[in-house]
């Protein structure tokens, strides 16, 4: 098995363990976000030249802390790059492969407050960026923060 294959077991298992303090939204991220992330990573890459490997590794770890709580935590971002170095490591990614995953692709990968200057960086976070445009994350969002809770085909007819 390679090392992304180990590393893409690692996360699924993470993601779908249950985890009681994990963030709400779990349940739609991991299939509906960090796997969609990943998938336009790989084709962006493909075309860009891009390192494949580490902007799906990156791809797969830009939320994963998530998987171990809630995102508004004040730890979150701390927890998700020591989970993706420990994960890049223990699927065989060198020290300085982690290092460079971590420091240049996963921690830019929101543009807020730094913007990624790699080329593996500028791909995830056009993948993270475009991912909330193919997907439902707008209507989820604000149909768990504003709409009626019972019914989320309702709410998306409404919008």
Known sequence: MSRLDTLKQKVEELYTSNHPQADAWIDWGYPDHVLVVANLAEKIAKTQNANIEFC???????????????RKRPEHETESLTIADNLLQESGFSVDEAD???????????CDPEIPTMLEGKVVATADGAAHFVTDFYPLFCWRHYGPKEDYSAFKEWV
């Open 56 to 70: 799906v590794a990156g791809a797969l770890l830009h939320d994963i802390a998530d998987a171990v709580m809630a």
């Open 100 to 110: 460079q995953i971590i420091r240049e692709i996963i921690k830019p990968h929101s």
